[in-house]
């Protein structure tokens, strides 16, 4: 559950800011986020804000914003998983509209080019090095097989492996992951300690295992 509320705070910042945008649902005046792209399917931990913001309301009512939640529950998952702390300043307000279009086009997906990434994130104001910090955040969590699929079989387009992958990885990987079905089955991102947050991704990518093409 800490890397879906990780995730959870950086699909929401990407979109209009971190408004919390990304939690509201279908209604007569908007087209939620969660059936975005990058979302749907994927973005999990919904369930969890839900019973905090419960939580709070019943402790102290209108008081605690979810975006301000979103961004609490970001940093206190990467503390809880042994990763860094930051400090969280207070104050943002819930946005009443959502963006589907934005989360669409400005959440980077995982066969977008280096570029197209970067280029995402200067929309946001970050630069390259915040693509490579923020990138280790895939030190925890798991992918859905479709995520990476094209990485095993057809990564240029000529129906070959993508050769940055291990092999062994790769086979292993192939075994739960086949050419057509089983897109939703999950894979850690970081093989060798999913649930920890330390800096095994880097080293997980410089040894040809990271599970993403990004
Ligand atoms: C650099 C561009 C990025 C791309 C292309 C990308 C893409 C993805 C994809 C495809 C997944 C798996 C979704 C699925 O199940 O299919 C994923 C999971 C995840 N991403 Fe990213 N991501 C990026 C950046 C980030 C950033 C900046 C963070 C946070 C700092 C982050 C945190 C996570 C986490 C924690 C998960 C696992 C979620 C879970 O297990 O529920 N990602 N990402």
Same mark, same amino acid.
């Given at each position: 559950m800490a890397a879906s509320l990780v995730r959870l705070h950086f699909h929401d910042c990407f979109v209009?800011?971190?408004?919390?945008?990304? /939690?509201l649902d279908n209604s007569s005046s908007i087209v939620s986020e969660k059936d975005s792209n990058p979302n749907k399917n994927s973005l999990r931990g919904f369930e969890v804000v839900d019973e905090i913001k419960a939580a709070l309301e019943a402790a102290?009512?209108? !008081?605690?914003?979810c975006a301000d939640i979103l961004a609490l529950a970001a940093r206190d998952s990467t503390v809880l998983a042994g990763g860094p702390s930051w400090n969280v300043p207070l104050g943002r307000r819930d946005s009443l509209g959502a963006s589907i279009q934005g989360s669409n086009n400005d959440i980077p997906a995982p066969n977008n080019t280096l570029p197209t990434i970067v280029t995402k994130f200067r929309r946001q104001g970050l630069g390259v090095a915040d693509v490579v910090a923020l990138s280790g955040?895939? !030190?925890?969590g798991m992918s859905r097989c479709t995520s990476f699929r094209q990485r095993l079989y057809n990564q240029t387009g000529?129906?070959?492996?993508?050769? !940055? /992958?291990d092999v062994s990885y790769a086979a292993r990987l192939g075994q739960g992951c086949?050419?057509?079905?089983?897109?939703?089955n999950l894979f850690p991102l970081? /093989?060798? !300690?999913?649930a920890r947050f330390d800096n095994l991704y880097f080293k997980n990518i410089l040894a040809g295992k990271g599970l993403l093409s990004s």
């Open positions: 209009k800011g971190c408004d919390a945008s990304v /939690l102290c009512p209108s !008081t605690v914003s955040g895939h !030190t925890i000529n129906g070959v492996a993508d050769a !940055t /992958l086949p050419r057509s079905g089983g897109d939703d970081d /093989l060798a !300690t999913p």
